[in-house]
């Protein structure tokens, strides 16, 4: 730097111009360095954008778009415009005025002559029960006409019943949490507080245990089964190895719908499962294997079993035979040479293979829903119900969203133990 | 220095009489065969003692078995026959751990999870040593390879000499008498190499530990061994000091196996007390030595390049008529390619100050106690069978 600038030459130069000059040579060199990264990223941005815009567009926007929904109904807004203008003064404590009564009539009539009444008896329903035939009731009266608006609500029950109009209050406002708190089976109380709902009202947290419990039940039977086979075929010579992933992997090529449909084959009443536990004397009786518990866990194993071995695998095969050789001629005996030099080593590969399976496992559909029985559906179920039958999409998205957070966390906390570089997927 | 030798050495209480009596019978192979597919044999018909406190080292192309004897040795191998004994007992149902043997490997094996001091307190701690006496003992292991200041490193943050450092620390610091080293010096390079040779030598001397060492660099089994043994197909084609391997040669194969060797062909023409006379193929004749040759057969004669000589006339015993064919200059010496009147090519080491040009006539002669005539159809260099390892 300094050979371009000829007068400064002759000065003596101090330590701190120096250390001023290194400064500023580094700064450029950083500047230049970070200019010449800025093209290289732009190229690998470039490559990489087409993929990203479809994952933007198919996949990011659908799902912020649906998730949304849990929070932001605006149905029940739309359609009593009157009633939440009306309402906008109540304090929420016992019935509203008879001008939130007649606003609300007047809101039902509107909605009967445009047609919209039954979407907003439905939408209503999802929130209180029972309030479908309520409204379609009241509304059949209000067009009658042979009597007062005001006199016919009065005339309904339902209508003076206590939870009904906070619930109206509720859903005047767009936003809402009432459907994330309904996915955790709670609600506001009357005094604006969050309780539980009563026992025979929850569902979704015995739901949410179950799918936990059977993803983490199927995680440790393919653990248990997959571990083993992938010493087994990380140990032997490398012909017989290519053999035995084949047939770990012949049946991840099948579909899954099939895979199940097999099962089913396989585990009904008088199917070959029992056939042969009968006939082997283990079983004194045909087993209810189909629509159970066992069957789905059973099922499941069988088809998660490459996820979770295949990364253990993959982490087997590179720890060269010598670790436990050496660990042998150090003194160690078997079981200890495997606890501290083998088991350390494929631990990231186990994590890896049991955190794939046990997410994918969280989401299951298909299976349970063909082999499970009536309580043994899944999370999923309940969600793809929600989507396909009841068309409640509010709480499909509820319910959606509570699972992908608690997902994400449990992701979050093996990335945290373990260090995301640590895990091996593949 | 004389009291880590002393607190690593395992036997240095005895009193070197008793070491000496039953010398050769530390560690015993006697008869052992190994066969991994019942038909061909990697290990064949194997006798081999090591005394105690020796460094012997086995030397051998791959697949010569000297990897399967070290396996036997360290019990990762059962021998499909004979018996193995150390310290006159037999080893045979003795699984490796039970063995009291260190062992170094080419890769070091090293257990990357753990730091330097973990790994060299490994076996240790599996002995149930108290807390406080193995951070002693690991403290004198790392001291013994300069490595103290490294101990809490993982393996990966080190050089490969480090590594290897690590590995023998590693092998020593539970004292075992015997260590086992397959190749340990395989991965670094050549400077580094030599480096190593000479520490592994100072430790042996230091601790009077007795070494088995596999390699397939005859010049480190020069370097480093008390023996050497010097296997080919599955079997030890000579055993003994590297001197008496390199001017004594025994078979075609380790003449040719140890150092550089200039190999002519020919026929015995007759034998007299234990020279023999050889009718080298395309013309000329040499006497030779007779190292188990029969008289009409044929035969290889492996001369030393440092043995021939230049001189100015078929004067000597061994004169032989060629033509300069080229001339390596390396230095400290110069390599002379000289083809035989026969068609055959000899090397010869001459002098840095040699200037004959190529085409030149040269005479080449050599004592005939420095020509070995061997059997050409046993144990010849070209046929090393591929027998399991």
């Known amino acids: ?426 | 220095m004389t009291a880590e030798a002393t607190a690593l050495s395992c036997d240095s209480g005895e009193p070197a009489g008793a070491a000496d009596a039953g010398s050769r019978g530390f560690v015993e192979f006697v008869d052992v065969e190994k066969s991994y597919d019942g038909r061909t044999f990697a290990v064949t018909r194997l006798n081999l003692g090591v005394a105690r406190g020796e460094f012997l080292t086995l030397l051998g192309p791959s697949g010569s078995g000297k990897t399967t004897t070290l396996n036997m040795l360290a019990g990762f191998e059962r021998p499909t026959s004979g018996v193995i004994t150390l310290e006159g007992r037999s080893v045979d149902r003795l699984p490796p751990y039970e063995r009291n043997i260190g062992m170094v490997f080419q890769n070091y094996a090293l257990f990357p999870h753990m730091s330097v001091e973990e790994n060299v307190a490994f076996p240790l701690s599996v002995r149930k040593i108290t807390k406080t006496d193995v951070a002693a003992r690991v403290g004198r292991a790392l001291d013994m390879v300069r490595l103290r200041q490294f101990g809490d490193r993982r393996p990966a943050q080190l050089s490969g000499g480090q590594q290897q450092r690590v590995a023998l620390a590693r092998a020593l610091v539970f004292e075992p008498s015997l260590v086992l080293m397959d190749e340990p010096l395989g991965a670094l390079d050549k400077k580094l190499r030599e480096h190593m040779q000479l520490e592994i030598k100072q430790l042996h001397t230091m601790l009077g530990v007795t070494i088995v060492y596999v390699t397939h660099d005859q010049s480190e089994a020069l370097t480093m061994s008390d023996r050497v043994a010097v296997f080919n197909n599955g079997g030890i084609a000579q055993l003994g000091s590297p001197d008496d391997l390199y001017n004594a040669p025994e078979s075609s194969f380790v003449a040719s196996f140890i150092g550089e060797n200039n190999t002519l062909l020919g026929k015995v023409e007759r034998i007299s007390g234990k020279d023999c006379r050889v009718a080298l193929d395309g013309g000329g004749s040499v006497t030779a030595l007779a190292i188990g040759v029969e008289e009409g057969a044929a035969c290889h004669v492996a001369i030393r390049p440092e043995r021939l000589r230049l001189v100015s006339a078929s004067n000597g015993a061994n004169g032989l008529a060629a033509t300069v064919e080229g001339r390596i200059y390396l230095g400290d010496h110069q390599r002379l390619l000289a083809r035989l009147e026969n068609g055959q090519v000899l090397t010869v080491k001459v002098g840095p100050e040699a200037t004959m040009g190529n085409g030149e006539p040269v005479t080449v002669s050599c004592a005939p106690n420095d020509c070995r005539a061997f059997p050409a159809d046993a144990g010849t260099g070209g046929s090393i069978s591929k027998t399991g390892e």
């Open chain 1, 1 to 426: 730097m300094t050979a371009l600038e000829p007068t400064k030459l002759d000065r003596p130069r101090t330590a701190r111009d120096r250390s001023a000059a290194d400064a500023k040579a580094a700064k450029s060199v950083t500047a230049k360095l970070r200019r010449a990264e800025f093209g290289d990223r732009l190229r690998s941005l470039a490559l990489a954008a087409p993929l990203l815009v479809l994952l933007a567009l198919s996949f990011g926007i659908p799902i912020v778009l649906l998730l949304s929904r849990a929070v932001y109904d605006p149905t029940i807004a739309d359609a009593l415009p009157q009633t939440s203008q009306a309402l906008r003064g109540w304090n929420g404590a016992g019935l509203p005025g008879d001008a939130a009564f007649l606003a609300l009539a007047a809101d039902l009539r509107d909605n009967q002559a445009m047609g919209t009444a039954y979407e907003l008896a439905k939408s209503l329903n999802a929130r209180v029960p029972g309030a479908r035939s309520q409204v379609l009731k009241t509304v059949r009266q209000l067009e009658a006409a042979d009597r007062p608006p005001l006199e016919v609500m009065k005339a309904v029950p339902f209508w003076s019943a206590p939870g009904t109009w906070p619930v109206i209050e509720s859903g005047t406002h767009s936003v809402t949490s009432f459907y994330l708190l309904s996915a955790l089976d709670l609600h506001w109380n009357a005094d604006g507080g969050i309780e539980r709902v009563p026992p025979q009202q929850a569902i979704f947290l015995q739901v949410f245990m179950r799918t936990f419990f059977v993803a983490a039940a199927v995680t440790l039977a393919t653990l248990i089964l997959g571990f083993p086979l992938a010493y087994l075929i990380a140990s032997v010579p490398k012909g017989l190895a290519a053999i035995l992933i084949v047939a770990v992997l012949l049946p991840f090529w099948t579909s899954i719908l099939v895979r199940t449909a097999a099962w089913t084959v396989l585990l009904q009443k008088f199917g070959l499962v029992n056939d042969l536990l009968l006939w082997l004397g283990i079983a004194d009786d045909r087993l209810d294997l189909m629509y159970s518990r066992i069957g789905l866990i059973i099922a499941m194993t069988h088809i998660q079993l490459p996820f979770t071995l295949l990364p253990i695998y993959s982490v087997m095969r590179t720890i060269p035979p010598s670790q436990m050789k050496a660990a042998y001629s150090l003194g160690a005996k078997p079981f200890t040479a495997f606890r501290r030099v083998y088991l350390p080593q494929v631990f990231p590969g186990v994590m890896a293979g049991c955190l794939l399976t046990f997410i994918l496992c969280l989401g299951y559909y298909i299976t349970p829903a063909l082999i499970g029985g009536a309580s043994d559906q899944l999370i999923s179920n309940f969600i793809a119900n929600y989507v396909n039958v009841e068309l409640n999409w509010e709480m499909a998205a509820a319910l959606s969203f509570i699972l992908l957070v608690f997902t994400l966390a449990l992701f979050g906390i093996f990335a945290r133990i373990l260090g995301l570089d640590r895990l091996k997927l593949v």
